[in-house]
């Protein structure tokens, strides 16, 4: 695009590079409070890891114990006959403008009541049931949380992208355009102030 080295157009550059310093400051800021949030997702994502693995290991020891008093036959047809106790609803949230997913894990109509027949099972398939469930919940929520992270990293990158583009590109080349235009108009104004004198130095001499 041409530059018109007018004052209209300095007037519309300096805006523009107002403008441009306040989205830039704006998407610092983005960018910094979506960083702390990775971090704070970091942190909660290696807890609950531990966490589910302790989880796991319960739930194991328990099916193992189920296992040991009932008998790996009887076990395997217990649980071929479960039914779905448990349903995953998605939906989705804003954090500082970006549409995250949020993972949440549904109890059915019949959650209340025991998916397999009580007699010929032990108490120790009942906590492996409980603990199973605990440890579902619990992925659940570091799927979720991954699903997020991976969104929030994609916004950081775009905000860091248009923060590179703002402070190396657009704000320097407004910047150049704005010297080159006020030079040109500070020559012209010293051009024509020595125009005035050389009229006023004639109309003295007549």
């Known amino acids: 695009m041409e530059l018109k080295p007018t004052r209209m157009e300095l007037i519309s550059l300096r805006r523009r590079k107002r403008l441009a310093e306040r989205g830039l400051a704006l998407l610092k800021e983005k960018r910094d409070a979506l960083v702390m949030e990775l971090l704070s997702l970091a942190k909660e994502y290696q807890n609950l890891m531990l966490e589910v693995r302790e989880k796991l290991e319960k739930a194991l020891s328990q099916l193992a114990l ?65 603990a199973f469930k605990d440890v579902f919940a619990s992925v659940v929520r570091l799927a979720e949380i991954q699903a997020v992270a991976r969104r929030i990293a994609e916004e950081v990158e775009k905000a860091k992208r248009r923060v590179n583009a703002l402070e190396n590109v657009v704000i320097p080349t407004i910047e150049r355009n704005i010297k080159t235009i006020e030079l040109y108009l500070d020559e012209r104004a010293r051009e024509d102030i020595f125009r005035l004198r050389l009229l006023k130095k004639k109309r003295v001499r007549k």
């Open 66 to 130: 189920a296992r040991a008093h009932m008998g790996a036959y009887k076990l395997n047809e217990v649980v071929a006959s479960l039914r779905p106790q448990v349903a995953i609803e998605v939906k989705t949230r804003n954090i500082m403008g970006v549409t995250t997913p949020v993972f949440k894990v549904v109890q059915l109509a019949e959650a209340g009541i025991p998916s397999y027949n009580l007699l010929g099972t032990t108490a120790f398939l009942d906590e492996a049931v409980k």
